[in-house]
């Protein structure tokens, strides 16, 4: 224990410089969750699948697991540009001791404000400004964080709620017409969902509904 504060008491810069990269480090880890949640396209991924296996009325299939995982690595396909433009120009020159904290920190919010604005919609954004009494921004740069992340977090669930509206439509075509029968047959008892479900499957597969759902999600972006 000695030893290992002795290494943050220390007045070597190398010493100091390794400390700030375990920091940060640290600090990233802890933040990393609330990031890919709310500065990414997670959010927009993840509750259109939700819609999709809700729609479908299969309970757990696909399972949570399995969603999570999917709009975990499509939110990294997707976001790779931003994320290397984060790495070239803020983690390597901070690593390098090109540039100090300070600068990384702007450098690496650049790609993201840029991002979110283009997926933001102006009314979202301008609730917050108003909100907190800040100057309206001429450039991207001058757009606060936050004010910038729940004006986009709202703006996605705008947007995945209206494709899974979309995504709805037919599937509740289908169960009207197998209630409408099963009514007009006599066989009231009988619940619709499970008549439905084998039809509302055949269809998915049969359009090749995860393909088609996915184009819809990398094509928003």
Not at 38 to 51: D, E, G, P
Not at 100 to 106: D, G, K, R, S, W
Not at 111 to 140: C, G, V
């Amino acid at each position: 224990m000695n030893e290992f504060m002795e290494f943050f008491n220390t007045s070597s810069p190398e010493n100091v410089s390794t400390s700030v990269k375990l920091i940060l480090l640290l600090t990233v880890l802890t933040l990393a969750p609330s990031i890919l949640i709310l500065m990414t396209c997670f959010t927009r991924i993840v509750v259109v699948l939700s819609f999709v296996r809700t729609a479908l009325a299969t309970q757990q299939m696909p399972p949570n697991q399995v969603i999570i995982g999917l709009s975990f690595f499509l939110t990294f396909f997707i976001m790779a540009p931003t994320f290397q433009e984060v790495n070239d120009k803020a983690l390597t020159p901070l690593f390098n001791e090109e540039i100090n904290l300070e600068q990384a920190y702007e450098q690496a919010s650049m790609p993201f404000k840029e991002f979110m604005s283009a997926h933001t919609r102006q009314k979202d954004l301008a609730l917050f400004l108003n909100y907190a009494h800040a100057d309206t921004p001429k450039t991207i740069q001058d757009i606060p964080l936050s004010a910038l992340v729940p004006a986009f977090a709202i703006s996605e669930l705008k947007t995945a709620f209206q494709i899974g509206f979309m995504i709805f439509i037919p599937f509740l075509v289908i169960d009207m017409v197998v209630a409408s029968v099963l009514m007009s047959m006599g066989m009231m008892m009988l619940p619709p969902v499970m008549i439905s479900l084998p039809f509302k499957i055949l269809l998915f597969v049969l359009v090749d509904g995860w393909y088609l759902v996915i184009k819809s999600l990398l094509e928003s972006f």
